[in-house]
Protein backbone atom coordinates (compact mmCIF):
# COMPACT_ATOMS: atom_id res chain seq x y z
CA UNK A 1 0.00 0.00 0.00
CA UNK A 2 2.89 2.65 1.39
CA UNK A 3 4.88 1.23 -1.92
CA UNK A 4 1.49 2.20 -4.03
CA UNK A 5 1.18 5.76 -2.55
CA UNK A 6 5.00 6.25 -2.90
CA UNK A 7 4.63 5.69 -6.25
CA UNK A 8 1.64 7.54 -7.00
CA UNK A 9 3.68 10.45 -5.51
CA UNK A 10 6.53 10.06 -7.10
CA UNK A 11 4.42 9.51 -11.01
CA UNK A 12 2.72 13.29 -9.77
CA UNK A 13 5.77 14.73 -9.64
CA UNK A 14 7.27 13.67 -12.80
CA UNK A 15 3.74 14.09 -14.56
CA UNK A 16 4.48 17.68 -13.26
CA UNK A 17 7.33 17.92 -14.69
CA UNK A 18 6.55 16.26 -18.20
CA UNK A 19 4.06 18.74 -18.31
CA UNK A 20 6.48 22.20 -17.39
CA UNK A 21 8.81 20.79 -19.98
CA UNK A 22 6.82 20.34 -22.25
CA UNK A 23 5.51 23.40 -21.81
CA UNK A 24 8.89 25.14 -22.50
CA UNK A 25 9.66 22.92 -25.04
CA UNK A 26 6.12 24.21 -27.21
CA UNK A 27 7.32 27.47 -26.07
CA UNK A 28 10.92 27.77 -27.43
CA UNK A 29 9.10 25.90 -30.95
CA UNK A 30 7.24 28.80 -30.63
CA UNK A 31 10.39 31.33 -30.38
CA UNK A 32 11.57 29.53 -32.72
CA UNK A 33 8.94 29.89 -35.57
CA UNK A 34 8.18 33.58 -33.95
CA UNK A 35 11.77 34.25 -34.90
CA UNK A 36 11.97 32.74 -38.66
CA UNK A 37 8.18 34.64 -39.45
CA UNK A 38 8.62 38.01 -37.37
CA UNK A 39 5.89 37.74 -34.89
CA UNK A 40 6.85 40.80 -33.27
CA UNK A 41 5.69 44.10 -32.52
CA UNK A 42 7.60 46.83 -31.93
CA UNK A 43 6.25 49.59 -28.80
CA UNK A 44 7.56 53.04 -28.69
CA UNK A 45 7.40 55.04 -25.56
CA UNK A 46 8.44 58.89 -25.64
CA UNK A 47 11.12 60.53 -23.46
CA UNK A 48 11.16 64.56 -23.04
CA UNK A 49 13.66 66.70 -23.00
CA UNK A 50 12.88 68.67 -19.64
CA UNK A 51 15.12 72.02 -21.33
CA UNK A 52 13.15 71.99 -24.32
CA UNK A 53 10.17 71.04 -22.94
CA UNK A 54 9.49 68.67 -26.02
CA UNK A 55 9.24 65.12 -26.94
CA UNK A 56 12.97 64.57 -28.35
CA UNK A 57 12.99 60.64 -28.69
CA UNK A 58 11.42 57.26 -28.47
CA UNK A 59 12.36 54.13 -26.82
CA UNK A 60 11.77 50.71 -29.06
CA UNK A 61 10.57 48.11 -26.72
CA UNK A 62 9.67 44.45 -28.12
CA UNK A 63 6.24 42.42 -27.87
CA UNK A 64 5.93 39.05 -29.46
CA UNK A 65 2.64 38.62 -30.79
CA UNK A 66 2.22 35.33 -30.16
CA UNK A 67 -0.67 33.28 -32.49
CA UNK A 68 -2.41 32.24 -29.35
CA UNK A 69 -1.41 33.58 -26.41
CA UNK A 70 -1.64 37.19 -27.67
CA UNK A 71 0.65 39.59 -26.63
CA UNK A 72 3.67 38.52 -24.56
CA UNK A 73 5.86 41.24 -22.77
CA UNK A 74 9.73 40.88 -23.56
CA UNK A 75 10.33 39.80 -19.62
CA UNK A 76 8.48 36.59 -20.87
CA UNK A 77 10.24 35.81 -23.42
CA UNK A 78 13.55 37.62 -23.80
CA UNK A 79 15.76 35.57 -21.63
CA UNK A 80 14.79 32.30 -23.23
CA UNK A 81 15.75 34.16 -26.45
CA UNK A 82 18.83 35.05 -24.80
CA UNK A 83 19.46 31.17 -23.41
CA UNK A 84 18.30 29.90 -27.00
CA UNK A 85 20.96 32.24 -28.89
CA UNK A 86 17.90 34.18 -30.92
CA UNK A 87 18.10 37.80 -29.21
CA UNK A 88 20.76 38.44 -31.72
CA UNK A 89 17.73 38.06 -34.57
CA UNK A 90 15.23 40.19 -31.90
CA UNK A 91 17.30 42.84 -31.36
CA UNK A 92 17.97 43.60 -35.09
CA UNK A 93 14.57 42.59 -36.16
CA UNK A 94 13.65 45.53 -33.87
CA UNK A 95 16.20 48.24 -35.04
CA UNK A 96 15.39 47.59 -38.25
CA UNK A 97 12.00 48.40 -37.50
CA UNK A 98 12.24 51.23 -35.32
CA UNK A 99 14.84 52.61 -37.42
CA UNK A 100 13.03 53.03 -40.51
CA UNK A 101 10.12 54.00 -38.19
CA UNK A 102 12.69 56.99 -36.95
CA UNK A 103 13.91 58.02 -40.68
CA UNK A 104 10.24 58.54 -41.60
CA UNK A 105 9.11 60.59 -38.43
CA UNK A 106 12.46 63.26 -39.04
CA UNK A 107 11.55 63.46 -42.78
CA UNK A 108 8.15 64.37 -41.04
CA UNK A 109 10.35 67.14 -39.40
CA UNK A 110 10.10 65.85 -36.04
CA UNK A 111 13.88 65.93 -34.19
CA UNK A 112 13.68 62.87 -32.79
CA UNK A 113 16.26 60.07 -31.57
CA UNK A 114 15.70 56.19 -31.37
CA UNK A 115 16.58 53.83 -29.12
CA UNK A 116 16.63 50.25 -28.60
CA UNK A 117 17.69 47.81 -26.26
CA UNK A 118 20.33 45.26 -27.32
CA UNK A 119 20.61 42.26 -24.93
CA UNK A 120 24.63 41.82 -23.11
CA UNK A 121 24.60 38.05 -25.21
CA UNK A 122 24.76 39.86 -28.67
CA UNK A 123 28.28 41.17 -28.02
CA UNK A 124 29.25 37.40 -28.22
CA UNK A 125 27.38 37.17 -31.38
CA UNK A 126 29.25 37.55 -34.77
CA UNK A 127 30.00 41.27 -35.91
CA UNK A 128 27.74 43.31 -34.06
CA UNK A 129 28.92 46.20 -35.39
CA UNK A 130 28.73 45.10 -38.81
CA UNK A 131 25.22 44.18 -38.50
CA UNK A 132 23.69 47.37 -36.75
CA UNK A 133 25.89 49.18 -40.05
CA UNK A 134 24.05 47.19 -42.34
CA UNK A 135 20.50 48.15 -40.50
CA UNK A 136 21.48 51.62 -40.70
CA UNK A 137 22.16 51.32 -44.29
CA UNK A 138 19.53 49.28 -44.94
CA UNK A 139 17.44 51.95 -43.40
CA UNK A 140 18.86 55.44 -44.03
CA UNK A 141 18.58 56.05 -40.43
CA UNK A 142 21.00 58.64 -39.23
CA UNK A 143 23.69 56.88 -36.75
CA UNK A 144 23.90 59.92 -34.74
CA UNK A 145 20.19 60.00 -33.94
CA UNK A 146 20.24 55.56 -32.65
CA UNK A 147 20.77 55.17 -29.25
CA UNK A 148 21.73 51.74 -28.06
CA UNK A 149 20.39 50.94 -24.24
CA UNK A 150 22.78 48.34 -22.73
CA UNK A 151 21.99 46.91 -18.69
CA UNK A 152 24.14 48.24 -16.36
CA UNK A 153 24.98 44.76 -14.94
CA UNK A 154 26.51 43.56 -18.33
CA UNK A 155 28.50 46.52 -19.42
CA UNK A 156 30.57 45.86 -15.79
CA UNK A 157 31.27 41.87 -16.88
CA UNK A 158 32.37 42.67 -19.94
CA UNK A 159 35.44 41.75 -20.92
CA UNK A 160 38.42 43.54 -21.99
CA UNK A 161 37.99 41.97 -25.48
CA UNK A 162 34.37 42.71 -25.55
CA UNK A 163 34.66 46.46 -25.30
CA UNK A 164 36.32 46.47 -27.98
CA UNK A 165 32.95 45.95 -29.21
CA UNK A 166 31.65 49.12 -27.84
CA UNK A 167 34.36 50.85 -29.52
CA UNK A 168 33.72 49.82 -32.82
CA UNK A 169 29.73 50.41 -32.19
CA UNK A 170 30.62 54.45 -31.17
CA UNK A 171 33.03 54.13 -34.44
CA UNK A 172 29.84 53.96 -36.44
CA UNK A 173 28.71 57.26 -34.89
CA UNK A 174 25.37 55.71 -32.59
CA UNK A 175 25.35 56.32 -29.32
CA UNK A 176 25.75 54.04 -25.87
CA UNK A 177 23.42 54.35 -23.02
CA UNK A 178 23.81 52.53 -20.05
CA UNK A 179 20.55 51.47 -18.87
CA UNK A 180 19.13 50.15 -15.12
CA UNK A 181 22.14 52.20 -14.00
CA UNK A 182 22.88 51.96 -9.95
CA UNK A 183 21.26 48.40 -10.09
CA UNK A 184 24.73 47.29 -10.95
CA UNK A 185 26.83 47.54 -7.28
CA UNK A 186 30.20 48.60 -8.85
CA UNK A 187 32.59 50.79 -8.49
CA UNK A 188 32.06 53.78 -10.87
CA UNK A 189 35.47 53.94 -12.27
CA UNK A 190 34.40 52.49 -14.97
CA UNK A 191 32.71 55.33 -16.11
CA UNK A 192 35.76 56.72 -17.52
CA UNK A 193 37.04 53.58 -19.29
CA UNK A 194 33.92 52.74 -21.22
CA UNK A 195 33.18 54.73 -24.66
CA UNK A 196 29.45 55.56 -23.40
CA UNK A 197 27.37 58.70 -23.97
CA UNK A 198 24.18 58.52 -21.51
CA UNK A 199 23.33 56.87 -17.73
CA UNK A 200 19.69 56.13 -17.62
CA UNK A 201 18.73 56.18 -14.16
CA UNK A 202 16.83 52.54 -12.59
CA UNK A 203 12.99 53.14 -12.14
CA UNK A 204 13.85 51.70 -8.75
CA UNK A 205 15.78 54.87 -7.45
CA UNK A 206 12.64 57.20 -8.65
CA UNK A 207 9.64 55.67 -7.45
CA UNK A 208 9.78 57.17 -3.73
CA UNK A 209 12.57 59.81 -4.96
CA UNK A 210 9.50 62.52 -3.69
CA UNK A 211 9.76 60.35 0.16
CA UNK A 212 12.86 58.92 0.62
CA UNK A 213 15.59 62.17 0.48
CA UNK A 214 18.15 59.33 0.06
CA UNK A 215 16.99 58.34 -3.11
CA UNK A 216 17.00 62.05 -3.86
CA UNK A 217 20.34 62.40 -2.45
CA UNK A 218 21.57 59.27 -5.02
CA UNK A 219 19.97 60.47 -8.12
CA UNK A 220 21.39 63.89 -7.49
CA UNK A 221 25.00 62.68 -6.98
CA UNK A 222 24.25 60.34 -9.83
CA UNK A 223 23.51 63.67 -12.62
CA UNK A 224 26.34 65.32 -10.91
CA UNK A 225 28.77 62.47 -11.70
CA UNK A 226 27.55 62.04 -15.38
CA UNK A 227 27.31 65.68 -16.24
CA UNK A 228 31.03 66.04 -14.59
CA UNK A 229 32.01 63.40 -16.69
CA UNK A 230 29.86 64.99 -20.05
CA UNK A 231 27.33 62.05 -20.05
CA UNK A 232 23.91 62.60 -20.50
CA UNK A 233 20.74 61.58 -17.75
CA UNK A 234 17.76 60.02 -18.66
CA UNK A 235 15.58 59.07 -15.98
CA UNK A 236 12.98 56.28 -16.67
CA UNK A 237 9.63 55.47 -14.64
CA UNK A 238 8.36 58.72 -13.68
CA UNK A 239 4.94 58.67 -12.82
CA UNK A 240 3.01 61.43 -11.07
CA UNK A 241 4.60 65.13 -10.94
CA UNK A 242 6.18 65.43 -7.90
CA UNK A 243 8.78 63.19 -9.28
CA UNK A 244 9.08 64.86 -12.64
CA UNK A 245 9.34 67.99 -10.70
CA UNK A 246 12.59 66.95 -8.46
CA UNK A 247 13.82 65.48 -11.79
CA UNK A 248 13.93 68.85 -13.42
CA UNK A 249 15.49 70.64 -10.55
CA UNK A 250 18.24 68.61 -10.36
CA UNK A 251 18.42 69.18 -13.70
CA UNK A 252 18.18 65.87 -15.36
CA UNK A 253 18.01 65.84 -19.02
CA UNK A 254 15.26 63.49 -20.48
CA UNK A 255 12.51 62.16 -18.53
CA UNK A 256 10.50 59.21 -19.14
CA UNK A 257 7.50 57.18 -17.96
CA UNK A 258 3.79 56.73 -17.69
CA UNK A 259 3.57 60.66 -16.87
CA UNK A 260 4.19 61.22 -19.96
CA UNK A 261 2.56 58.18 -21.80
CA UNK A 262 3.16 54.47 -22.10
CA UNK A 263 4.98 52.64 -24.72
CA UNK A 264 2.20 52.24 -27.35
CA UNK A 265 2.39 50.93 -31.10
CA UNK A 266 4.01 52.71 -34.06
CA UNK A 267 0.83 54.37 -35.57
CA UNK A 268 -0.17 55.70 -32.09
CA UNK A 269 3.67 57.04 -31.27
CA UNK A 270 3.26 59.23 -34.37
CA UNK A 271 -0.34 60.69 -33.56
CA UNK A 272 1.23 61.43 -30.35
CA UNK A 273 4.07 62.61 -32.02
CA UNK A 274 2.41 65.59 -34.27
CA UNK A 275 0.12 65.99 -31.21
CA UNK A 276 2.82 67.03 -29.26
CA UNK A 277 4.81 69.07 -31.47
CA UNK A 278 1.09 71.08 -32.18
CA UNK A 279 0.68 72.14 -28.90
CA UNK A 280 3.11 71.43 -25.61
CA UNK A 281 0.17 71.46 -23.07
CA UNK A 282 -0.14 67.78 -23.46
CA UNK A 283 2.13 67.35 -20.29
CA UNK A 284 2.99 69.02 -17.50
CA UNK A 285 6.55 70.07 -17.42
P1 LIG B 1 13.90 48.76 -19.96
O1 LIG B 1 14.74 48.89 -21.19
O2 LIG B 1 14.46 49.29 -18.69
O3 LIG B 1 12.53 49.47 -20.35
C1 LIG B 1 11.68 50.11 -19.44
C2 LIG B 1 10.53 49.24 -19.03
O4 LIG B 1 9.79 49.94 -18.01
C3 LIG B 1 9.51 48.97 -20.14
O5 LIG B 1 8.89 47.69 -19.88
C4 LIG B 1 8.50 50.08 -19.92
O6 LIG B 1 7.20 49.78 -20.43
C5 LIG B 1 8.47 50.17 -18.43
N1 LIG B 1 8.07 51.52 -17.99
C6 LIG B 1 8.28 52.69 -18.62
N2 LIG B 1 7.81 53.73 -17.90
C7 LIG B 1 7.27 53.20 -16.79
C8 LIG B 1 6.60 53.78 -15.65
O7 LIG B 1 6.40 54.99 -15.52
N3 LIG B 1 6.20 52.91 -14.68
C9 LIG B 1 6.40 51.56 -14.78
N4 LIG B 1 5.95 50.80 -13.76
N5 LIG B 1 7.02 51.00 -15.83
C10 LIG B 1 7.45 51.80 -16.83
P2 LIG B 1 8.78 46.58 -21.00
O8 LIG B 1 8.40 47.16 -22.32
O9 LIG B 1 7.94 45.47 -20.44
O10 LIG B 1 10.28 46.08 -21.13
C11 LIG B 1 10.93 45.45 -20.05
C12 LIG B 1 12.38 45.20 -20.37
O11 LIG B 1 12.53 44.26 -21.43
C13 LIG B 1 13.14 46.42 -20.83
O12 LIG B 1 13.51 47.21 -19.72
C14 LIG B 1 14.32 45.80 -21.53
O13 LIG B 1 15.32 45.43 -20.60
C15 LIG B 1 13.71 44.55 -22.12
N6 LIG B 1 13.42 44.75 -23.54
C16 LIG B 1 12.37 45.40 -24.11
N7 LIG B 1 12.47 45.41 -25.46
C17 LIG B 1 13.64 44.77 -25.77
C18 LIG B 1 14.31 44.44 -27.00
O14 LIG B 1 13.88 44.79 -28.13
N8 LIG B 1 15.47 43.74 -26.88
C19 LIG B 1 16.00 43.36 -25.67
N9 LIG B 1 17.14 42.68 -25.65
N10 LIG B 1 15.39 43.66 -24.51
C20 LIG B 1 14.23 44.35 -24.55
MG1 LIG C 1 15.81 50.30 -22.07
MG1 LIG D 1 15.72 50.79 -18.12
MG1 LIG E 1 14.80 47.99 -16.92
Known amino acids: QAKAAGKGCFNFYSAEMTKRQEHRLDLEIALRQAVEEGQFLVYYQPKKSTSANRVCGFEALVRWQHPRLGLIPPMDF ?94 LGVRLSIDDFGTGYSSLSYLKRLPVNTLKIDRSFVRDIARDSRDMMLVSSIIGIAHSLGLKVVAEGIEDTDQLGILVSLECDEIQGYLIAKPMPADMAGVFLDGASADNVTTPI
Open 78 to 171: IPLAEEMHLVDRIDLFVMRQACRKGRIWREEGHDITIAVNLSGVNFSADDLPGQVAKVLEETGFPAEYLELEITESFVIDLAVDKREVLQRLRA
